[in-house]
């Protein structure tokens, strides 16, 4: 292992991009010890050079084009937090494989359509492409699934992975304030996407899903199989008649290994008030892994927001820089199998379904 610094070029300095800053330098001592090495910020690249974003840059080389942060020297590691699943942060991660560097990204989308074939890329490259930070913001179920239970058949995964969503389920229930107040409170506090139309429309759980299943079933990434309805439909009447019934409606992204192929389904579910997920509230998510030998194991944390997220990211620059290089989906990139997909039309459950009547007397 190279005693050298690490240096890293990030792109983004929003939320996660400025908290990946702040945590590097507020821990310096911590995260050098347990890397072995220094890591050292060397360049970032952000919209607007002069917003005070609360950090401090002094020293850090600027680049007006996140692309030159693929081929600078002073450069090993890039940590793309721009988002989009195509356009600059694509051709970004693209680039700075090629030119041999490793990249860290909390971009689900991009993972969720590209991750096979920048996995490959990647693997054949011999370097990291590394992604904690897209599933579930500061719970390491990436290492989870790729580690500590790497031992095991996965038979079904499943659980709350959009923070914005349960905050909005949470609040409104524990609350009772209107849908579009809450929504405002998440995307103040940070949680929500740029459009926060793929939180409330399942888009974003779905993408984080669909990571989850390639990293549990060893399949090619198929965000276009996973079925997904969102929380937009749900009214506080829905909430209240649940409660009635003994039930709290989360949204959940469930993947499951059938006889037939791979199950992949983000809906509104009501789930039994005295199960463990229930009481999963705010920004929190959890998810929940049934595994051969080790039975069902449930992973809890914050799903968003500065902190955790960029926990996430630096967890992941600190794999490079102990050199611990994994394979991306737990298993050869090259050996992924593209999976036989199970429409939701053959799923067999239980449904809520609510009447308006009209009386006449
Ligand atoms: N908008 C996402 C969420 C951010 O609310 O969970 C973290 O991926």
Partial sequence: MSNSPLKIGVAGLGTVGAGVVKLLSQQANLVSLRSGR?????????????????????GINWCHNPL????????????????????????????AIADGKHVVTANK???AHHGTQLARSAEAANVAIAFEAAVAGGVPIVKALREGLVGNKVSRIFGIL???????????????????????????????EANPTFDIDGVDTAHKLSILTSLAFGSEVNFKAVHIEGISQISPLDIE????????????GISRQTGTGIEQRVHPCMVPIDSPIAHIEGVFNAVVAEGDFVGTSM?????????????????????????????????????LQKSKIVPISDHIGSYYVRFMMLLYL
């Fill in 162 to 192: 959009n923070g914005t969503c349960n905050y909005i389920l949470s609040e409104m229930r524990q609350t009772g304030k209107e849908f579009d107040v809450v929504l405002k409170e998440a995307q103040d506090l940070g949680y929500a």
């Fill in 68 to 95: 030159e942060l693929a081929t600078k020297k002073n450069v090993d590691v890039v940590v793309e937090l721009i988002g989009g699943e195509d356009g600059i942060a694509k051709e970004l991660v693209e680039t």
């Fill in 299 to 335: 992973y809890e944390g914050r799903g968003a927001g500065e902190g955790p997220t960029a926990s996430a990211v630096v967890a992941d620059i600190i794999d490079i820089a102990r050199d611990r290089i994994l394979n991306t989906f737990t298993i050869p990139a090259k050996e």
């Fill in 241 to 252: 008649f649940a409660d009635d019934l003994g039930y709290r409606i989360k949204l959940l």
């Fill in 109 to 111: 989308a991009l993972i």
């Fill in 38 to 58: 220094d890591i050292v910020i060397t360049a970032v690249s952000a919209r607007e050079p002069n917003k005070d974003r609360g950090i401090d840059l002094t």
